[in-house]
C-alpha cells in the first residue's frame, strides 16, 4: 500500500503545508540585487518544525529563480562541502546538450574543463578564492550559487571563515546567496564578532507550527486521492491533534494510513494511530529536546507543565521556588533555548505542543 507519508527527519514532504508564503517570499528574497539583506536568511526552529524541509523546497526551485544550489550540513568537512557541490550541480549545466556555459571558454582562468580546477588551484587556492572562480564561471552564463547550510553550527571555524567570504564575496559582486537552518540554541551560544554580525544581518525565520485548519485540508485531500473513507469529524480530531507540528503531521498521516488498511478510518484506526504518533513523537523529538538540558531546566519546565501550554510568569516563578534570582536565568536560558517563549509580558509558552504533557508524564506533576 502507498503511504504518502514520511514521518522521518530530513525529507522533503510530498507536499509542503502551511509554508507556501514563506517559500515564495524567501526566493523572491534571493531574486533581489546582489548583495541585499533578503539573499541571506537564517531558518530558526525546533526539531520536526520543518527546517530541514524548508531548505529542500527552496532547493527545489532555486533554478527557476537562476541558481545552483550548494546543499550542506555544518560540519568539519563544510568549506570543501560547498565547493564539491558547486561543482556537481554547476557542472551539470556544462555537460549534455544544454550546455549552458557555452559562452565561456573551456580553458577559462583556473579551470581545465567544465567546473574542474586546474591541479594548481586545486591544491594552492584557498575556499575564498575558489569560490569567486566559481562564482564568475556560472555568472558568466546568468547562474547564480545559492549556499544552504543545515544544522548550523555558528561556533565553529568553518562558520567564520564562511562569513568572512561571504562578505568579500558580495562586496565583490559575485552572484551569491545563502540560506541558513538551525535550532534556536545554535545561535544564542556566545559568538565570536564576525558570525555575529553575519548572522545578525541575515533575514530571520522563525518556524513555529503551520495552522490546522491546512492540516485538514491536506489530509482531506490525501486520504481522497488514496481511497480511503474517513468521516469529516474523525478529519477534524485527526487535524487538531497535530496541533499543527508538522513532524506529528506526518506521523498521525502515516499511521491513519497504515492502520486503514487502505479502506477506511473509524474511531478504532484513529485512537491507535495517535497513540502510536505520540510514542514516536515522545523518542524522537523530546528525548532529543531534553537532553541538552539541565536538571533545574528541566525542574523549570516541570513548574510550567501543570498549566498546559500557557503559563503566567508569577504562578511559574511560585512554583518553581527560590524568588526572582533563581527565576530569571532560568527562564531567560530557556527562552534562548527556544523551548519556551514569552509571546507577552508576565506569559510563559511552550514552543513545542505536547511538551507539557510529556513533562508530566516523565517527571509527575510537581506542584
Ligand atoms: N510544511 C510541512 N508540511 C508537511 N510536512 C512537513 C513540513 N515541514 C516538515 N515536514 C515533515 O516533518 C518532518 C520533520 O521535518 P524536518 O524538516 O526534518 O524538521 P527539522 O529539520 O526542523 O528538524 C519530516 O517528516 C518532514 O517531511
Ligand atoms: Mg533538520
Redesign the pocket.
Known amino acids: 500500500m502507498y503511504n504518502p507519508?514520511?514521518?522521518?527527519?530530513?525529507?522533503?514532504?510530498?507536499?509542503?503545508?502551511?509554508?507556501e508564503a514563506l517559500v515564495r517570499s524567501m526566493l523572491e528574497g534571493l531574486k533581489r540585487p546582489i548583495g541585499s539583506r533578503e539573499r541571506c536568511a537564517l531558518v530558526l526552529?525546533?526539531?520536526?518544525?520543518?527546517?530541514?524541509?524548508?531548505?529542500?523546497?527552496l532547493a527545489a526551485h532555486a533554478n527557476e529563480y537562476g541558481f545552483i544550489v550548494a546543499r550542506v550540513s555544518a560540519g568539519p568537512s563544510m568549506l570543501d562541502d560547498i565547493i564539491d557541490a558547486i561543482q556537481v550541480e554547476g557542472g551539470k549545466l556544462v555537460s549534455g546538450t544544454g550546455t549552458r556555459l557555452n559562452n565561456v571558454s573551456a580553458g577559462a582562468f583556473g579551470f581545465s574543463v567544465g567546473l574542474t580546477f586546474t591541479k594548481e588551484v586545486s591544491e594552492s587556492y584557498g575556499f575564498r578564492a575558489k569560490m569567486s572562480l566559481l562564482c564568475d564561471r556560472l555568472e558568466a552564463s546568468g547562474t547564480g550559487v545559492l549556499v544552504l547550510i543545515?544544522e548550523v553550527q555558528p561556533n565553529s571555524d568553518q562558520m567564520r571563515q564562511f562569513a568572512g567570504t561571504y562578505q568579500l564575496l558580495v562586496g565583490d559582486g559575485k552572484n551569491i546567496a545563502v540560506v541558513m537552518?538551525g535550532l534556536p540554541s545554535a545561535i544564542s551560544n556566545v559568538l565570536n564578532d564576525e558570525v555575529l554580525t553575519f548572522l545578525n544581518r541575515a533575514i530571520r525565520e522563525t518556524?513555529d507550527v503551520?495552522s490546522v485548519g491546512q492540516v485538514r485540508a491536506?489530509y482531506a485531500t490525501t486520504f481522497k486521492e488514496l481511497g480511503i473513507a474517513v468521516t469529516n469529524d474523525l478529519l477534524s480530531r485527526a487535524a487538531e491533534v497535530t496541533r499543527g507540528f508538522?513532524?506529528l503531521?506526518?506521523l498521525v498521516g502515516y499511521y491513519l494510513v497504515e492502520y486503514s488498511g487502505g479502506e477506511s478510518i473509524d474511531e478504532e484506526v484513529f485512537a491507535n494511530a495517535v497513540e502510536s504518533a505520540l510514542m514516536d513523537l515522545d523518542h524522537n523529538v523530546f528525548d532529543a529536546t531534553l537532553r541538552p538540558l539541565s536538571a533545574g531546566d528541566i525542574e523549570f519546565l516541570c513548574a510550567m507543565a501543570p498549566d498546559g501550554d500557557v503559563s503566567t510568569t508569577a504562578e511559574v516563578q511560585r512554583r518553581f521556588g527560590g524568588g526572582k534570582n533563581r527565576f530569571q536565568p532560568y527562564r531567560a536560558r530557556l527562552i534562548e533555548a527556544g523551548v519556551v517563549c514569552a509571546p507577552q509580558r508576565g506569559v510563559l509558552e511552550f514552543t513545542v505542543p505536547y511538551l507539557s504533557e510529556y513533562l508530566t508524564r516523565c517527571y509527575g506533576n510537581k506542584t
Open positions: 507519508f514520511v514521518p522521518s527527519f530530513g525529507n522533503r514532504p510530498t507536499r509542503i503545508v502551511g509554508r526552529g525546533q526539531r520536526g518544525m520543518g527546517k530541514t524541509a524548508l531548505l529542500l523546497e543545515d537552518a518556524l503551520v491536506y508538522p513532524y503531521l506526518q
